[in-house]
């Protein structure tokens, strides 16, 4: 087992594979997802824009977010405008847009920018833990900004990508989003990560959904312990 696999265990899954056979499985897995959800263009802008649309997206529906993320930058422009505008402007404004949690979030991208200017030079940093400093922004936020801003390979966990790889057995069905990363991390090739959380979004979204999944129809039926019934609902409830 490589390094940095020794730290997870096999424990806790719902059905018995070693990690070799996992790992192999877990490629089969990826190919067939970047085949299935090819995508040409992999950054939905620069490293500042991504960050903002994070924040804006929590708990928001994707359409909803990439309206008001245009009208934002529509409106106010380029970070500098954006630090130096009130926080009870910029609440007022995602207010109006219907954004959930518009006072929270308001008062994330000020600050957020007003650090970035003052503390970074104006440049979002490509390091997961100073991304992890800034308000607003937790562990998927960032690796989100590094994978979707920057092109780096990272794995973002989010719903879906969490949900899949525990009905996938990538990930043990009981463990944190965290630790979800941790196993693809160590399962994935490195140069496949950027790759993981669009491709299992789109998939997500089309086949393995939260309720009442298309298994009958999936890529990934023959591969899938979920299909099978070594995964099922109750475990994953846990």
Known sequence: MEAKSRSLSLKGFTFEEGWEEKKKRAEKIVEILMETHPREKLLIGDPYRTLVHCIISQRMRDKVTYRVWEELFRRYGNIEKIANTPVEEMQEFLRKQGVGLWKTKGEWIVKASKI???????????????????????????????????????????????????????????VAPEKVEEYLRALIPRDKW???????VDHGRSICRPINPKCGECPLRELCPYAKGLVTEEHLRG
Do not use: W
């Open 194 to 200: 950027i790759y993981v959380n669009h491709a299992m």
């Open 116 to 174: 970035i200017l003052e503390k970074y030079g104006g440049k979002v940093p490509d390091n997961i833990h100073e991304l992890m400093k800034l308000p607003g922004i937790g562990r998927k936020c960032a690796n989100i900004v590094l994978a979707y801003g920057f092109g780096k390979q990272a794995i973002p966990v989010d719903t879906h990508v969490n949900r899949i790889s525990k009905r996938l057995g990538l990930a043990p069905p009981r």
